[in-house]
Protein backbone atom coordinates (compact mmCIF):
# COMPACT_ATOMS: atom_id res chain seq x y z
CA UNK A 1 0.00 0.00 0.00
CA UNK A 2 1.20 3.59 -0.94
CA UNK A 3 -0.56 6.13 0.33
CA UNK A 4 0.10 9.68 2.04
CA UNK A 5 -0.78 8.56 5.33
CA UNK A 6 1.12 8.06 9.15
CA UNK A 7 -0.97 5.20 10.41
CA UNK A 8 -4.13 3.81 9.39
CA UNK A 9 -6.09 4.19 12.29
CA UNK A 10 -4.77 7.82 12.30
CA UNK A 11 -6.70 8.55 8.84
CA UNK A 12 -9.86 10.05 9.42
CA UNK A 13 -8.46 12.12 12.40
CA UNK A 14 -5.72 13.64 10.93
CA UNK A 15 -7.60 14.29 8.05
CA UNK A 16 -10.28 16.02 9.96
CA UNK A 17 -7.57 18.29 11.69
CA UNK A 18 -6.28 19.43 8.31
CA UNK A 19 -9.61 19.90 7.01
CA UNK A 20 -9.92 22.17 10.34
CA UNK A 21 -6.80 23.92 9.80
CA UNK A 22 -7.18 24.89 6.21
CA UNK A 23 -11.02 26.20 5.99
CA UNK A 24 -11.43 27.51 9.52
CA UNK A 25 -13.31 30.65 8.08
CA UNK A 26 -16.37 28.69 6.34
CA UNK A 27 -16.63 25.40 9.29
CA UNK A 28 -16.13 24.86 12.65
CA UNK A 29 -14.60 21.10 12.94
CA UNK A 30 -15.05 18.91 16.60
CA UNK A 31 -13.68 15.74 17.00
CA UNK A 32 -15.20 13.63 19.84
CA UNK A 33 -17.87 13.17 18.42
CA UNK A 34 -16.36 13.92 14.58
CA UNK A 35 -18.68 16.70 13.47
CA UNK A 36 -18.15 19.58 10.65
CA UNK A 37 -20.67 22.73 11.13
CA UNK A 38 -21.16 25.60 9.20
CA UNK A 39 -19.01 28.81 10.89
CA UNK A 40 -22.40 30.61 11.59
CA UNK A 41 -24.78 27.64 12.98
CA UNK A 42 -27.51 27.54 14.05
CA UNK A 43 -28.86 30.07 11.87
CA UNK A 44 -32.15 31.26 13.15
CA UNK A 45 -35.58 30.71 11.65
CA UNK A 46 -33.47 28.49 8.77
CA UNK A 47 -34.28 24.57 8.35
CA UNK A 48 -30.57 23.06 9.36
CA UNK A 49 -29.07 20.56 6.78
CA UNK A 50 -27.10 17.33 7.90
CA UNK A 51 -26.02 14.98 6.12
CA UNK A 52 -23.32 12.21 6.95
CA UNK A 53 -21.55 8.80 5.95
CA UNK A 54 -18.22 7.23 5.25
CA UNK A 55 -15.49 9.07 5.44
CA UNK A 56 -13.51 8.03 1.48
CA UNK A 57 -15.77 9.99 -0.35
CA UNK A 58 -14.78 13.45 -0.57
CA UNK A 59 -15.82 16.15 -1.12
CA UNK A 60 -18.53 14.83 0.41
CA UNK A 61 -20.01 16.19 2.90
CA UNK A 62 -18.24 18.05 4.77
CA UNK A 63 -16.75 20.07 1.59
CA UNK A 64 -20.25 20.98 1.10
CA UNK A 65 -20.71 22.51 4.32
CA UNK A 66 -21.50 26.08 4.24
CA UNK A 67 -23.45 28.59 3.05
CA UNK A 68 -26.02 27.63 0.57
CA UNK A 69 -25.61 24.19 1.16
CA UNK A 70 -25.01 22.03 4.22
CA UNK A 71 -24.90 22.79 7.86
CA UNK A 72 -23.62 20.11 8.88
CA UNK A 73 -21.55 16.83 7.72
CA UNK A 74 -21.02 13.59 10.21
CA UNK A 75 -17.64 12.03 8.68
CA UNK A 76 -17.67 8.17 10.30
CA UNK A 77 -14.52 5.91 9.83
CA UNK A 78 -13.50 4.90 6.05
CA UNK A 79 -16.97 3.46 4.03
CA UNK A 80 -18.55 3.43 8.00
CA UNK A 81 -21.89 5.09 9.11
CA UNK A 82 -20.82 7.73 11.22
CA UNK A 83 -23.13 6.60 14.70
CA UNK A 84 -25.93 8.16 16.21
CA UNK A 85 -24.05 10.45 19.08
CA UNK A 86 -22.29 12.79 16.09
CA UNK A 87 -25.65 12.78 14.17
CA UNK A 88 -27.04 14.08 17.65
CA UNK A 89 -24.71 16.74 18.41
CA UNK A 90 -24.57 18.01 14.80
CA UNK A 91 -28.23 17.95 15.18
CA UNK A 92 -28.44 19.86 18.28
CA UNK A 93 -25.60 22.43 16.94
CA UNK A 94 -27.64 23.28 13.55
CA UNK A 95 -31.44 23.51 15.03
CA UNK A 96 -32.29 27.33 14.50
CA UNK A 97 -35.97 26.64 15.58
CA UNK A 98 -36.54 25.55 12.01
CA UNK A 99 -36.37 21.67 12.10
CA UNK A 100 -33.51 19.47 10.59
CA UNK A 101 -33.64 17.52 7.80
CA UNK A 102 -31.63 14.15 7.33
CA UNK A 103 -30.45 13.76 3.88
CA UNK A 104 -28.92 9.81 4.06
CA UNK A 105 -27.82 8.00 1.57
CA UNK A 106 -29.33 4.32 1.12
CA UNK A 107 -26.93 2.02 2.91
CA UNK A 108 -28.08 -0.07 5.93
CA UNK A 109 -26.08 1.41 8.45
CA UNK A 110 -26.42 5.03 7.39
CA UNK A 111 -30.26 3.91 7.39
CA UNK A 112 -29.97 2.79 11.11
CA UNK A 113 -27.77 5.23 12.73
CA UNK A 114 -29.35 7.89 11.22
CA UNK A 115 -32.94 6.32 12.24
CA UNK A 116 -31.59 6.26 16.21
CA UNK A 117 -30.55 9.92 15.95
CA UNK A 118 -33.76 10.89 14.76
CA UNK A 119 -35.51 9.43 17.65
CA UNK A 120 -33.05 10.78 20.33
CA UNK A 121 -33.05 14.48 18.43
CA UNK A 122 -36.95 14.10 18.48
CA UNK A 123 -36.69 13.05 22.47
CA UNK A 124 -35.06 16.46 22.69
CA UNK A 125 -37.98 18.31 20.73
CA UNK A 126 -36.42 19.01 18.23
CA UNK A 127 -38.48 18.47 14.93
CA UNK A 128 -36.07 16.13 12.43
CA UNK A 129 -37.64 14.91 8.73
CA UNK A 130 -35.34 12.44 6.83
CA UNK A 131 -35.26 11.89 3.17
CA UNK A 132 -33.41 8.86 1.30
CA UNK A 133 -31.43 9.33 -1.49
CA UNK A 134 -31.31 5.97 -4.14
CA UNK A 135 -30.24 6.99 -7.44
CA UNK A 136 -27.86 3.89 -8.34
CA UNK A 137 -29.94 2.26 -11.37
CA UNK A 138 -27.15 -0.51 -11.49
CA UNK A 139 -28.71 -2.00 -8.35
CA UNK A 140 -32.27 -3.23 -9.92
CA UNK A 141 -34.63 -2.17 -6.63
CA UNK A 142 -36.34 -5.15 -5.13
CA UNK A 143 -38.35 -5.67 -1.33
CA UNK A 144 -35.57 -8.42 -1.41
CA UNK A 145 -32.26 -6.51 -1.48
CA UNK A 146 -31.55 -3.26 0.73
CA UNK A 147 -32.76 -1.23 -2.51
CA UNK A 148 -30.70 1.19 -4.89
CA UNK A 149 -27.37 3.02 -3.43
CA UNK A 150 -27.18 6.56 -2.78
CA UNK A 151 -24.44 7.91 -4.97
CA UNK A 152 -23.92 10.82 -7.16
CA UNK A 153 -27.36 12.37 -7.13
CA UNK A 154 -26.68 13.09 -3.29
CA UNK A 155 -24.39 15.85 -4.36
CA UNK A 156 -27.17 17.74 -6.70
CA UNK A 157 -29.83 17.30 -3.94
CA UNK A 158 -27.43 18.65 -0.90
CA UNK A 159 -26.87 21.58 -3.25
CA UNK A 160 -30.77 22.29 -3.83
CA UNK A 161 -32.12 21.55 -0.56
CA UNK A 162 -29.34 23.68 0.84
CA UNK A 163 -30.44 26.89 -1.64
CA UNK A 164 -34.08 25.90 -0.25
CA UNK A 165 -33.21 26.28 3.20
CA UNK A 166 -31.26 29.57 2.46
CA UNK A 167 -35.05 31.16 1.40
CA UNK A 168 -36.51 29.95 4.73
CA UNK A 169 -38.29 27.33 3.17
CA UNK A 170 -40.33 25.38 5.93
CA UNK A 171 -39.15 21.88 7.17
CA UNK A 172 -41.56 19.80 4.97
CA UNK A 173 -41.33 22.18 1.99
CA UNK A 174 -37.17 21.07 1.85
CA UNK A 175 -38.21 17.64 2.56
CA UNK A 176 -40.94 17.72 -0.07
CA UNK A 177 -38.33 19.40 -2.51
CA UNK A 178 -35.61 16.40 -1.79
CA UNK A 179 -37.77 14.19 -2.50
CA UNK A 180 -38.55 15.55 -5.83
CA UNK A 181 -34.55 15.70 -6.63
CA UNK A 182 -34.31 11.95 -5.39
CA UNK A 183 -37.52 10.70 -7.93
CA UNK A 184 -36.02 13.02 -10.93
CA UNK A 185 -32.46 12.25 -10.82
CA UNK A 186 -30.69 9.03 -11.74
CA UNK A 187 -26.95 7.65 -11.39
CA UNK A 188 -24.96 4.65 -12.63
CA UNK A 189 -20.78 4.46 -12.07
CA UNK A 190 -17.91 2.71 -13.46
CA UNK A 191 -14.57 1.47 -11.82
CA UNK A 192 -10.98 0.77 -13.96
CA UNK A 193 -9.38 0.09 -10.74
CA UNK A 194 -10.18 -0.95 -6.95
CA UNK A 195 -9.12 1.38 -4.26
CA UNK A 196 -7.14 0.83 -1.11
CA UNK A 197 -8.90 1.17 2.67
CA UNK A 198 -5.85 2.17 4.62
CA UNK A 199 -6.70 -0.38 7.14
CA UNK A 200 -6.87 -3.57 5.16
CA UNK A 201 -4.14 -2.38 2.86
CA UNK A 202 -5.05 -3.92 -0.45
CA UNK A 203 -6.95 -3.31 -2.92
CA UNK A 204 -10.52 -4.19 -2.36
CA UNK A 205 -10.93 -6.53 -5.25
CA UNK A 206 -8.83 -7.33 -8.30
CA UNK A 207 -9.16 -5.69 -11.79
CA UNK A 208 -7.09 -7.04 -14.27
CA UNK A 209 -5.25 -4.31 -16.78
CA UNK A 210 -7.66 -4.65 -19.66
CA UNK A 211 -10.51 -5.38 -17.61
CA UNK A 212 -13.78 -2.68 -16.04
CA UNK A 213 -16.21 -2.87 -13.63
CA UNK A 214 -19.62 -1.68 -14.41
CA UNK A 215 -22.54 -0.91 -12.68
CA UNK A 216 -19.59 0.10 -9.62
CA UNK A 217 -20.84 1.54 -5.71
CA UNK A 218 -18.77 4.27 -4.31
CA UNK A 219 -17.72 1.87 -1.60
CA UNK A 220 -15.03 -0.42 -3.87
CA UNK A 221 -17.61 -2.80 -3.75
CA UNK A 222 -17.25 -4.58 -6.75
CA UNK A 223 -20.26 -3.52 -9.68
CA UNK A 224 -22.98 -5.52 -11.34
CA UNK A 225 -20.72 -7.17 -14.36
CA UNK A 226 -17.31 -6.93 -15.60
CA UNK A 227 -16.28 -6.29 -18.99
CA UNK A 228 -13.50 -5.79 -21.24
CA UNK A 229 -12.49 -2.31 -21.52
CA UNK A 230 -13.76 0.02 -24.06
CA UNK A 231 -13.00 3.32 -25.15
CA UNK A 232 -14.15 6.27 -22.88
CA UNK A 233 -17.31 7.01 -25.83
CA UNK A 234 -18.54 2.93 -25.51
CA UNK A 235 -18.25 3.67 -21.31
CA UNK A 236 -20.26 6.71 -21.64
CA UNK A 237 -23.01 4.71 -23.82
CA UNK A 238 -23.46 2.00 -21.20
CA UNK A 239 -23.67 4.74 -18.43
CA UNK A 240 -26.48 6.55 -20.25
CA UNK A 241 -28.48 4.16 -22.02
CA UNK A 242 -29.64 2.80 -18.16
CA UNK A 243 -29.48 6.29 -16.43
CA UNK A 244 -32.05 7.22 -19.31
CA UNK A 245 -34.75 4.87 -19.75
CA UNK A 246 -34.50 4.27 -15.92
CA UNK A 247 -35.53 7.98 -15.40
CA UNK A 248 -38.46 8.21 -18.43
CA UNK A 249 -37.16 11.28 -20.35
CA UNK A 250 -39.04 12.49 -23.04
CA UNK A 251 -37.28 14.89 -25.66
CA UNK A 252 -37.57 18.80 -24.65
CA UNK A 253 -36.82 17.92 -21.23
CA UNK A 254 -34.25 20.01 -19.53
CA UNK A 255 -31.44 17.82 -17.50
CA UNK A 256 -28.43 18.54 -15.63
CA UNK A 257 -25.54 16.44 -16.89
CA UNK A 258 -23.63 15.28 -13.98
CA UNK A 259 -20.32 13.48 -14.91
CA UNK A 260 -18.40 12.48 -11.58
CA UNK A 261 -14.53 11.32 -11.54
CA UNK A 262 -14.24 8.52 -8.57
CA UNK A 263 -10.87 9.89 -6.67
CA UNK A 264 -8.17 8.75 -9.75
CA UNK A 265 -9.83 9.84 -12.78
CA UNK A 266 -8.13 13.32 -14.38
CA UNK A 267 -10.36 15.98 -15.15
CA UNK A 268 -9.04 15.31 -19.18
CA UNK A 269 -10.55 12.06 -18.84
CA UNK A 270 -13.78 13.42 -17.34
CA UNK A 271 -14.44 15.92 -20.22
CA UNK A 272 -13.59 13.20 -23.12
CA UNK A 273 -16.53 10.99 -21.24
CA UNK A 274 -18.35 14.65 -20.78
CA UNK A 275 -18.72 15.35 -24.67
CA UNK A 276 -19.92 11.78 -25.72
CA UNK A 277 -23.00 11.83 -22.58
CA UNK A 278 -23.72 15.66 -24.17
CA UNK A 279 -24.02 14.08 -27.24
CA UNK A 280 -26.26 10.88 -26.64
CA UNK A 281 -28.22 13.20 -24.51
CA UNK A 282 -28.67 15.72 -27.64
CA UNK A 283 -29.49 13.18 -29.83
CA UNK A 284 -32.20 12.20 -27.33
CA UNK A 285 -33.58 15.74 -27.88
CA UNK A 286 -32.53 16.45 -24.41
CA UNK A 287 -31.52 20.12 -23.24
CA UNK A 288 -28.34 19.95 -21.09
CA UNK A 289 -29.17 23.64 -19.56
CA UNK A 290 -26.60 22.55 -16.30
CA UNK A 291 -23.79 20.88 -16.12
CA UNK A 292 -21.36 19.55 -13.59
CA UNK A 293 -18.05 17.76 -13.83
CA UNK A 294 -15.57 16.72 -11.48
CA UNK A 295 -14.43 14.51 -8.28
CA UNK A 296 -17.48 15.39 -6.31
CA UNK A 297 -18.54 12.12 -4.57
CA UNK A 298 -14.97 9.82 -4.42
CA UNK A 299 -13.84 6.63 -4.04
CA UNK A 300 -10.87 6.89 -2.39
CA UNK A 301 -7.68 7.09 -5.41
CA UNK A 302 -10.70 4.84 -7.56
CA UNK A 303 -10.15 5.40 -11.01
CA UNK A 304 -13.54 5.70 -12.96
CA UNK A 305 -16.35 7.90 -13.24
CA UNK A 306 -20.52 8.34 -12.80
CA UNK A 307 -22.90 9.87 -14.52
CA UNK A 308 -25.78 11.70 -13.24
CA UNK A 309 -28.99 12.79 -15.02
CA UNK A 310 -31.31 15.24 -13.23
CA UNK A 311 -34.55 16.22 -14.89
CA UNK A 312 -34.67 20.11 -14.04
CA UNK A 313 -38.23 22.06 -13.52
CA UNK A 314 -37.42 25.95 -13.47
CA UNK A 315 -37.76 26.24 -9.66
CA UNK A 316 -34.65 23.29 -9.04
CA UNK A 317 -32.96 25.38 -12.18
CA UNK A 318 -32.87 28.38 -9.76
CA UNK A 319 -31.81 26.44 -6.92
CA UNK A 320 -28.98 24.80 -8.71
CA UNK A 321 -27.59 28.60 -9.65
CA UNK A 322 -28.11 30.32 -5.69
CA UNK A 323 -24.94 31.22 -4.33
CA UNK A 324 -23.10 28.76 -2.71
CA UNK A 325 -19.77 29.05 -1.01
CA UNK A 326 -18.47 25.77 0.92
CA UNK A 327 -14.84 23.87 0.37
CA UNK A 328 -16.10 22.15 -3.02
CA UNK A 329 -18.90 24.21 -4.25
CA UNK A 330 -18.46 28.07 -5.09
CA UNK A 331 -20.68 30.20 -7.24
CA UNK A 332 -22.41 32.99 -6.99
CA UNK A 333 -20.84 35.04 -4.26
CA UNK B 1 -21.22 -30.99 37.84
CA UNK B 2 -21.15 -27.90 35.96
CA UNK B 3 -22.67 -24.69 37.31
CA UNK B 4 -26.37 -23.82 37.00
CA UNK B 5 -26.12 -19.77 37.23
CA UNK B 6 -24.57 -17.33 35.36
CA UNK B 7 -22.40 -14.98 37.33
CA UNK B 8 -21.48 -11.03 37.13
CA UNK B 9 -17.93 -11.97 37.08
CA UNK B 10 -18.37 -14.02 34.03
CA UNK B 11 -20.95 -11.78 31.92
CA UNK B 12 -17.55 -9.70 32.09
CA UNK B 13 -14.83 -12.47 31.51
CA UNK B 14 -17.94 -13.50 28.26
CA UNK B 15 -17.89 -9.75 26.76
CA UNK B 16 -13.73 -9.41 27.11
CA UNK B 17 -13.32 -12.88 25.91
CA UNK B 18 -15.54 -11.68 23.04
CA UNK B 19 -12.98 -8.46 22.46
CA UNK B 20 -10.28 -10.36 22.71
CA UNK B 21 -11.57 -12.91 19.83
CA UNK B 22 -12.88 -9.68 18.01
CA UNK B 23 -9.14 -8.72 18.05
CA UNK B 24 -7.38 -12.07 17.11
CA UNK B 25 -9.72 -12.45 14.32
CA UNK B 26 -10.20 -8.81 12.59
CA UNK B 27 -8.47 -9.56 9.55
CA UNK B 28 -10.13 -12.83 8.86
CA UNK B 29 -13.42 -10.47 9.38
CA UNK B 30 -12.05 -8.01 7.37
CA UNK B 31 -11.13 -10.52 4.69
CA UNK B 32 -14.89 -11.90 4.37
CA UNK B 33 -16.42 -8.57 4.06
CA UNK B 34 -13.92 -7.37 1.71
CA UNK B 35 -14.79 -10.41 -0.59
CA UNK B 36 -19.13 -9.43 -0.21
CA UNK B 37 -19.03 -6.07 1.62
CA UNK B 38 -16.88 -3.04 1.68
CA UNK B 39 -14.34 -4.51 4.12
CA UNK B 40 -14.25 -2.80 7.95
CA UNK B 41 -16.09 -5.37 9.70
CA UNK B 42 -13.05 -6.04 11.67
CA UNK B 43 -11.75 -3.06 11.78
CA UNK B 44 -15.75 -1.44 13.35
CA UNK B 45 -15.82 -4.75 15.69
CA UNK B 46 -12.36 -3.90 16.66
CA UNK B 47 -12.29 -0.45 17.68
CA UNK B 48 -15.82 -1.22 19.45
CA UNK B 49 -14.96 -3.80 21.50
CA UNK B 50 -11.48 -2.13 22.46
CA UNK B 51 -13.30 0.90 23.98
CA UNK B 52 -15.74 -1.97 25.62
CA UNK B 53 -12.67 -3.70 27.44
CA UNK B 54 -11.28 -0.40 28.91
CA UNK B 55 -14.93 0.35 30.53
CA UNK B 56 -14.62 -2.76 32.01
CA UNK B 57 -11.38 -3.46 32.96
CA UNK B 58 -12.32 -2.18 36.67
CA UNK B 59 -15.52 -5.27 36.23
CA UNK B 60 -19.02 -4.39 37.10
CA UNK B 61 -21.24 -3.98 39.57
CA UNK B 62 -24.36 -5.32 38.08
CA UNK B 63 -25.39 -7.42 35.04
CA UNK B 64 -27.73 -5.28 33.61
CA UNK B 65 -25.41 -2.58 33.79
CA UNK B 66 -22.40 -3.68 32.30
CA UNK B 67 -24.93 -5.28 29.36
CA UNK B 68 -26.05 -1.62 29.29
CA UNK B 69 -22.55 0.03 29.33
CA UNK B 70 -21.42 -2.59 26.57
CA UNK B 71 -24.18 -1.68 24.43
CA UNK B 72 -23.78 2.32 24.54
CA UNK B 73 -20.63 2.20 24.24
CA UNK B 74 -20.73 0.15 20.85
CA UNK B 75 -23.30 2.57 19.70
CA UNK B 76 -21.16 5.47 19.75
CA UNK B 77 -17.72 3.75 18.52
CA UNK B 78 -18.69 0.96 15.59
CA UNK B 79 -20.55 3.09 12.82
CA UNK B 80 -21.80 0.85 9.88
CA UNK B 81 -24.88 -1.55 10.51
CA UNK B 82 -22.53 -3.55 12.78
CA UNK B 83 -22.70 -0.80 15.30
CA UNK B 84 -26.46 -0.49 15.95
CA UNK B 85 -27.06 -3.91 15.35
CA UNK B 86 -24.41 -5.38 18.08
CA UNK B 87 -26.06 -1.97 20.52
CA UNK B 88 -29.35 -3.61 20.10
CA UNK B 89 -28.10 -7.41 21.25
CA UNK B 90 -26.20 -6.11 24.01
CA UNK B 91 -28.69 -3.22 24.90
CA UNK B 92 -31.65 -5.73 24.86
CA UNK B 93 -30.19 -8.25 26.87
CA UNK B 94 -29.51 -5.51 29.77
CA UNK B 95 -33.16 -4.74 29.73
CA UNK B 96 -34.47 -8.43 29.60
CA UNK B 97 -32.09 -8.73 32.84
CA UNK B 98 -32.87 -6.12 34.59
CA UNK B 99 -32.23 -6.15 38.71
CA UNK B 100 -31.09 -10.02 38.56
CA UNK B 101 -27.85 -10.61 40.06
CA UNK B 102 -27.67 -14.05 38.89
CA UNK B 103 -29.02 -15.76 35.60
CA UNK B 104 -30.44 -18.91 34.86
CA UNK B 105 -30.71 -20.35 31.51
CA UNK B 106 -34.20 -19.63 30.81
CA UNK B 107 -32.77 -15.98 32.01
CA UNK B 108 -30.68 -16.09 29.43
CA UNK B 109 -32.80 -17.63 26.68
CA UNK B 110 -35.67 -14.70 27.35
CA UNK B 111 -32.38 -11.98 26.86
CA UNK B 112 -31.28 -13.49 23.27
CA UNK B 113 -34.62 -13.83 22.74
CA UNK B 114 -35.54 -10.40 23.11
CA UNK B 115 -31.97 -9.65 21.45
CA UNK B 116 -32.73 -11.49 18.55
CA UNK B 117 -36.20 -10.04 18.02
CA UNK B 118 -34.77 -6.31 18.07
CA UNK B 119 -31.92 -7.35 15.88
CA UNK B 120 -34.70 -8.63 13.29
CA UNK B 121 -36.96 -5.03 13.89
CA UNK B 122 -33.58 -2.50 13.52
CA UNK B 123 -32.46 -4.37 10.32
CA UNK B 124 -35.31 -5.79 8.09
CA UNK B 125 -34.06 -8.88 7.72
CA UNK B 126 -34.84 -12.18 8.38
CA UNK B 127 -33.10 -16.09 8.18
CA UNK B 128 -31.64 -17.06 5.01
CA UNK B 129 -31.26 -13.13 3.95
CA UNK B 130 -26.82 -13.76 4.04
CA UNK B 131 -27.12 -11.84 7.92
CA UNK B 132 -25.92 -12.33 11.18
CA UNK B 133 -29.53 -13.32 11.99
CA UNK B 134 -28.61 -16.90 10.33
CA UNK B 135 -26.20 -17.70 13.33
CA UNK B 136 -28.39 -15.87 15.83
CA UNK B 137 -31.49 -17.15 15.12
CA UNK B 138 -30.22 -20.82 15.33
CA UNK B 139 -28.25 -19.88 18.07
CA UNK B 140 -30.96 -18.83 20.23
CA UNK B 141 -33.61 -21.75 19.06
CA UNK B 142 -30.70 -24.40 20.51
CA UNK B 143 -31.28 -22.82 23.39
CA UNK B 144 -34.70 -23.50 23.83
CA UNK B 145 -34.45 -27.05 22.76
CA UNK B 146 -32.17 -27.27 25.09
CA UNK B 147 -34.25 -26.31 27.73
CA UNK B 148 -36.84 -28.40 26.85
CA UNK B 149 -34.41 -31.05 26.50
CA UNK B 150 -33.62 -30.59 30.19
CA UNK B 151 -29.76 -29.72 29.11
CA UNK B 152 -27.27 -28.48 31.45
CA UNK B 153 -26.68 -24.75 31.20
CA UNK B 154 -22.86 -25.61 30.08
CA UNK B 155 -24.84 -28.20 27.33
CA UNK B 156 -27.15 -25.31 26.67
CA UNK B 157 -24.87 -22.84 25.85
CA UNK B 158 -22.72 -25.12 23.65
CA UNK B 159 -25.26 -26.41 21.77
CA UNK B 160 -26.11 -22.81 21.07
CA UNK B 161 -22.80 -22.03 19.58
CA UNK B 162 -22.67 -24.83 17.74
CA UNK B 163 -26.25 -23.96 16.23
CA UNK B 164 -24.25 -20.70 15.41
CA UNK B 165 -21.00 -22.21 14.22
CA UNK B 166 -23.27 -24.24 11.63
CA UNK B 167 -26.05 -21.11 10.50
CA UNK B 168 -22.45 -19.58 9.79
CA UNK B 169 -21.45 -22.39 7.74
CA UNK B 170 -24.63 -22.46 5.99
CA UNK B 171 -24.60 -18.79 4.62
CA UNK B 172 -22.16 -19.74 2.06
CA UNK B 173 -23.82 -20.22 -0.86
CA UNK B 174 -26.66 -18.28 0.10
CA UNK B 175 -27.32 -14.91 -1.98
CA UNK B 176 -27.24 -11.83 -0.03
CA UNK B 177 -31.04 -10.21 0.55
CA UNK B 178 -29.38 -7.58 3.42
CA UNK B 179 -26.90 -4.83 3.42
CA UNK B 180 -23.86 -4.30 1.32
CA UNK B 181 -23.36 -7.73 -0.11
CA UNK B 182 -26.82 -7.80 -1.60
CA UNK B 183 -25.42 -5.60 -4.41
CA UNK B 184 -23.74 -8.14 -5.43
CA UNK B 185 -26.68 -10.43 -6.54
CA UNK B 186 -25.88 -13.96 -7.07
CA UNK B 187 -22.04 -12.83 -6.84
CA UNK B 188 -22.41 -13.04 -3.18
CA UNK B 189 -22.94 -16.67 -3.23
CA UNK B 190 -19.85 -18.59 -2.64
CA UNK B 191 -18.93 -16.77 0.26
CA UNK B 192 -19.40 -17.00 4.12
CA UNK B 193 -21.19 -13.89 5.89
CA UNK B 194 -19.11 -11.64 7.94
CA UNK B 195 -21.71 -10.38 10.48
CA UNK B 196 -22.60 -14.53 11.17
CA UNK B 197 -19.14 -15.03 11.29
CA UNK B 198 -18.82 -12.23 14.56
CA UNK B 199 -22.08 -13.37 16.11
CA UNK B 200 -20.86 -17.33 15.74
CA UNK B 201 -17.50 -16.12 17.81
CA UNK B 202 -20.19 -13.67 20.37
CA UNK B 203 -22.05 -17.57 20.96
CA UNK B 204 -18.86 -19.59 21.12
CA UNK B 205 -17.21 -17.15 23.92
CA UNK B 206 -20.29 -17.49 25.74
CA UNK B 207 -20.15 -21.05 25.78
CA UNK B 208 -16.25 -20.92 26.82
CA UNK B 209 -17.20 -18.28 29.64
CA UNK B 210 -19.88 -18.63 31.26
CA UNK B 211 -21.30 -21.52 33.62
CA UNK B 212 -17.54 -22.28 34.33
CA UNK B 213 -17.70 -24.38 37.46
CA UNK B 214 -14.02 -23.04 38.87
CA UNK B 215 -15.93 -19.78 39.23
CA UNK B 216 -18.58 -21.40 41.76
CA UNK B 217 -15.74 -23.09 43.40
CA UNK B 218 -14.22 -20.02 44.30
CA UNK B 219 -17.26 -18.32 45.88
CA UNK B 220 -17.21 -20.97 48.29
Known amino acids: MKKLINHPDDVVRESLEGFAAAHADLVRVTMSPATIVRVDAPVTGKVGIL ?67 SDLARDEGIAVESVIIDDDVAVNDSLYT ?15 TGAAAEQRRSLPQVAALCRQVNAQGRSMGMALTSCTVPHVGHPMFELPDDEMEIGIGIH ?13 DAVAEMLMEPVMSDLGLKPGDDVLLFVNGMGGTPLTELY ?14 LKVTR ?19 LK ?22 | MSNTVITLDEVVAWILAYARAISENRAMLTELD ?17 AVSAKLQAGGTDISQVLKTTGMTLLSTVGGASGPLYSTIF ?67 RASAKAAEDGMEATLPLIARKGRASYLGERSAGHIDPGATSTYLLFKTAAAALAQPQVQARKW
Open chain 1, 272 to 285: IVYRKAAEIAAKNG
Open chain 1, 220 to 232: GEPGRRRVKLQPA
Open chain 1, 146 to 160: AGRRGVGLTVLAEKI
Open chain 2, 91 to 157: LQAAQACAGKTQLTLQDWIVMMDAAAKAVVARGKAAAGDKTMLDALIPAVQALKDAAVAGLSLADAL
Open chain 1, 51 to 117: SGGGSGHEPLHGGFVGLGMLDAACPGAIFTSPTPDQMLEATRAVNGGAGVLYIIKNYTGDLMNFEMA
Open chain 2, 34 to 50: AAIGDGDHGANMDRGFK
Open chain 1, 291 to 309: SLVGPYITSLEMAGCSITL
Open chain 1, 312 to 333: LTDDLTALWDAPVRTVGMRWGI
